[in-house]
């Protein structure tokens, strides 16, 4: 909750470009993520028009079987099936949070060696994943 805030904070979120995706495994509702289409606009360490991952969420009963590194491994796809266009995706993940960093980095992620100091709960690391 700390690092990603809970579903229903995302329903007051700027909507024109931000963009909510569902993780189902096995016919259930597994968790969220969100694509932020205009990822600069609040990350001056990136390109105007780059977009972003933000606010992966996998179900509390569900952690640690693998989902979030299956959805992160399955994202390539994903993002080129709805966002053809799309070349890199940046993240950034709190410092304090080594599970989901793993996650990420098993699933495509690399480390960019650069850190966002503007969190709301810490430093981050920056991590790129490149589509193309």
């Known amino acids: 909750m700390q690092f990603s805030g809970q579903p229903g904070d995302f329903a007051d979120q700027p909507m ?18 969100r694509i932020d289409r205009d990822f600069s606009r609040e990350h001056d360490f990136v390109q105007p028009g780059t977009y972003g991952l ?10 640690g079987q693998g989902i979030g590194t299956a ?40 480390d960019t060696g650069k850190v966002y100091a503007g969190g709301p709960v810490g430093p981050q690391d920056i991590l790129r994943m490149d589509l193309s």
């Open 16 to 33: 024109d470009r931000i963009d909510i995706h569902l993780i189902v495994s096995d016919g259930v509702l597994a968790g969220m993520f």
């Open 54 to 63: 933000r606010s992966t969420i996998v179900d509390a009963r569900q952690q």
């Open 71 to 110: 959805m992160i491994r399955a994202l390539p796809a994903h993002l080129a099936q709805h966002y053809p266009q799309v070349e890199s995706v940046f993240l950034t993940v709190n410092k304090r949070n080594p599970a989901a960093r793993r996650s990420y980095l098993r699933g495509g992620f690399v």
